[in-house]
């Protein structure tokens, strides 16, 4: 079983749709959580970061996290067609992130 | 800008050749990571740095693999005799102790 896994895509969701991110992880012990936005070519962007259960909410996103089910997902309200990239998931595990193989979301004009 | 750079960009290497990669973290960050990412994957841990001791390092960084981070600034990854299965993209993030690791843009290594 892989550490942390995502839904696998790609996603397409025309623009103003919302998109919704899923991932599962496998150490109950973990206490932290992020999703990294990636682009073509590009190094991985930090967009939010959760250490609590329930939501957090920065502009448009919306990290949810539940422990219990080991699961955190990512909501992009108002999809833009900036936001199409590879989104991935990581979780702290003490030092080091260990991350999903993400999820390639397409915003459609 | 005061995010975390590496150098080279970009490197193209005949195997068997070494090849080492710089990062120069955010100026305040203690913590210095690297990982390596293939296409289509995300990003794999190598090893980790808090101020110049290095804590860990995975069993994906073979004995050809050397990482330093002299007085507890900059680093370097040195890959000996490189091999074919090492062109990936070399990242390297940087954090205050446990908090958020940002990571720079990386060094794209190509093995021909």
């Known amino acids: 079983q892989k550490e942390v896994e995502q839904n696998s895509g790609p996603l397409s969701v025309p623009e103003g749709a919302i998109a919704s991110l899923n991932c599962t992880y496998s150490?109950?012990?973990?206490?932290?959580f992020f999703w990294y936005r990636q682009y073509s070519g590009k190094s991985p962007e930090l967009i939010m970061s959760?250490?609590?259960?329930g939501d957090k909410e920065d502009g448009r996103f919306t990290a949810q996290l539940n422990k219990a089910s080991q699961y955190v997902s990512l909501l992009i309200r108002d999809s833009q067609p900036s936001d199409s990239a590879t989104y991935l998931c990581a979780v702290n595990n003490d030092y080091k992130l260990s991350f999903g193989a993400g999820t390639t979301v397409t915003v459609r004009a | 800008d005061t995010g975390v750079s590496q150098d080279p960009r970009h490197k193209i290497t005949k195997r068997g050749q070494n090849v080492t990669f710089r990062c120069d973290p955010i100026?305040?960050?203690?913590?210095l990571y690297w990982y390596r990412q293939t296409l289509g994957q995300g990003p794999e841990f190598l090893t980790y740095f808090q101020n110049e001791a290095q804590l860990e390092k995975s069993r994906l960084l073979s004995d050809r693999f050397s990482a330093e981070r002299p007085k507890g600034s900059f680093s370097t990854l040195e890959i000996q005799r490189t091999e074919q299965g090492d062109s990936a993209m070399y990242l390297c993030?940087?954090?205050?102790?446990?908090?958020?690791?940002?990571f720079g843009p990386g060094t794209r290594l190509t093995v021909t």
């Open positions: 100026s305040e960050h203690n913590r």
């Open positions: 150490d109950r012990g973990s206490q932290s």
């Open positions: 959760i250490y609590s259960n």
């Open positions: 993030a940087s954090s205050l102790s446990d908090a958020e690791q940002y």
